[in-house]
């Protein structure tokens, strides 16, 4: 256990230290995090200090702004849901999926499922990556689909 505490840490620290992130404290914040990560499609790259390894048709999360609408999918069933963002805070709510069982995949989906169901902060490391934190860890990251 202290070495995934330590391990998360280190990862952070890395993340933080590499990259310039911005919280976005003012007024236009759900703006321009919205402008930033939505209508896009975002491969997973990052869950609970665990690298994904995989194609990004498999691992992927997109935010509709028009419907506030998810869709996603962590390596084996299609999920759905509702997002709202607020200031530099994001939830999602409403969550379903599919319900295939797919054994090489299915902690990892249940992993995301659990991170899509915290409320969490966002941080844009830049426009082509944004993480998402609860209690200042990171719990996951995107990397924009080129």
Same mark, same amino acid.
């Given at each position: 256990? *202290? @070495?995934?505490?330590? #391990?998360?840490? +280190?990862? /952070?620290?890395?993340?933080?230290?590499?990259?310039?992130?911005? $919280?976005?404290?003012?007024?236009?914040?759900?703006?321009?995090?919205?402008?930033?990560?939505?209508?896009?499609?975002?491969?997973?790259?990052?869950?609970?200090?665990?690298?994904?390894?995989?194609?990004?048709?498999?691992?992927?999360? *997109? @935010?509709?702004?028009? #419907?506030?609408? +998810?869709? /996603?999918?962590?390596?084996?069933?299609?999920?759905?849901?509702? $997002?709202?963002?607020?200031?530099?805070?994001?939830?999602?709510?409403?969550?379903?999926?599919?319900?295939?069982?797919?054994?090489?995949?299915?902690?990892?989906?249940?992993?995301?499922?659990?991170?899509?169901?915290?409320?969490?902060?966002?941080?844009?490391?830049? #426009?082509?990556?944004?993480?998402?934190?609860?209690?200042?860890?990171?719990?996951?990251?995107?990397?924009?689909?080129?």
């Amino acid at each position: 256990m *202290k @070495l995934q505490i330590l #391990s998360i840490a +280190l990862i /952070a620290s890395i993340i933080f230290s590499s990259c310039e992130t911005k $919280f976005i404290q003012n007024s236009n914040a759900s703006n321009e995090i919205e402008q930033t990560i939505t209508n896009k499609t975002w491969k997973i790259t990052l869950l609970n200090s665990e690298k994904i390894q995989g194609d990004e048709k498999d691992f992927y999360l *997109k @935010l509709n702004s028009n #419907s506030n609408q +998810l869709e /996603a999918k962590a390596g084996c069933n299609q999920l759905f849901g509702e $997002f709202q963002l607020k200031n530099n805070f994001i939830s999602f709510s409403k969550i379903g999926s599919t319900k295939m069982y797919c054994v090489e995949t299915m902690a990892i989906e249940n992993s995301f499922i659990t991170i899509l169901s915290q409320t969490s902060k966002v941080a844009i490391i830049d #426009s082509s990556k944004f993480i998402l934190l609860t209690d200042d860890i990171v719990i996951a990251q995107f990397e924009l689909v080129k």
